[in-house]
């Protein structure tokens, strides 16, 4: 079946550090790419999305990009902040951005020091 | 933009009673509410998908008459923990998606404590 698999945390890094977490996905036909992030105590927020293959999603300075070479949507940022320090979820969907349910990574927590 | 609204944000109850969680969408239709659950520093899992008006469809290994899911409107959708015991503690959450291409949009979740 449908996968995603995220590197494992969790990371901690420095602010103005760059940030990188790796997803790579498996599935059959074409499907969509999220990231979501999720604070403390709170539900998910979509941080960003592509749909195709060569699409870049980005948001609030982080983006990443539909690698269907590599079926890869690995998220980066160049310069994180404190208040980046969340759990971030890769997710994939099928049959559209939300038409079919979406299959979760298992989230990578990042802290970020000042 | 879109809102989704969970209620209660945090519940505690004794073991054996139902606890019923609310998720209801503030500004727009939602046609289709999905329940997940998260175990600490764990993934989301779908349990189960609602469709307004009809019954919902389940995930394998989710018990529906453990997991009791109404959504009779367009704007609300219910889970109902029935019998709950300690395993069933948990951080449950909702989210609603109104036509068929656009997102979904999470609730901020439940936390459930069963003594």
């Known amino acids: 079946g449908d996968s995603v698999t995220q590197m494992e945390g969790p990371v901690t890094l420095s602010e103005e550090a760059f940030l990188t977490i790796n997803c790579t996905y498996t599935?059959?036909?074409?499907?969509?790419l999220f990231w979501y992030v999720q604070y403390p105590g709170e539900g998910l927020q979509l941080l960003l999305k592509?749909?195709?293959?060569?699409d870049k999603g980005s948001n609030k300075g982080f983006e990443a990009t539909y690698r269907k070479e590599t079926t890869s949507f690995h998220l980066e940022k160049g310069s994180v902040q404190v208040s980046d320090s969340a759990v971030y979820f890769c997710?994939?969907?099928?049959?559209?951005?939300?038409?079919?349910?979406?299959?979760f990574g298992q989230g990578t927590r990042l802290t970020i020091n000042p | 933009g879109a809102v989704v609204s969970q209620h209660p944000s945090w519940v505690i109850c004794k073991s054996g009673t139902s606890v019923k969680i609310e998720c209801r969408s503030l500004?727009?239709?939602?046609?289709?509410m999905f329940w997940y659950r998260q175990f600490p520093k764990q993934s989301l899992m779908l349990m189960a998908t609602?469709?307004?008006?009809?019954?919902?469809?389940?995930e394998q290994g989710v018990e529906k008459d453990k997991f009791l899911i109404n959504h009779a409107s367009l704007t609300l959708s219910t889970l109902t923990v029935t019998s709950a015991h300690p395993e069933d503690s948990s951080f449950y959450i909702c989210?609603?998606?109104?036509?068929?291409?656009?997102?979904?949009?999470f609730g901020d979740g439940t936390r459930l404590s069963i003594l």
């Open positions: 989210s609603a998606r109104g036509i068929s291409n656009q997102p979904q949009h």
């Open positions: 599935a059959t036909g074409y499907p969509s």
């Open positions: 592509a749909t195709k293959a060569d």
């Open positions: 997710a994939l969907s099928k049959g559209g951005q939300g038409a079919q349910k979406l299959v």
């Open positions: 500004d727009f239709q939602a046609t289709t």
């Open positions: 609602s469709n307004e008006g009809s019954k919902a469809t389940y």
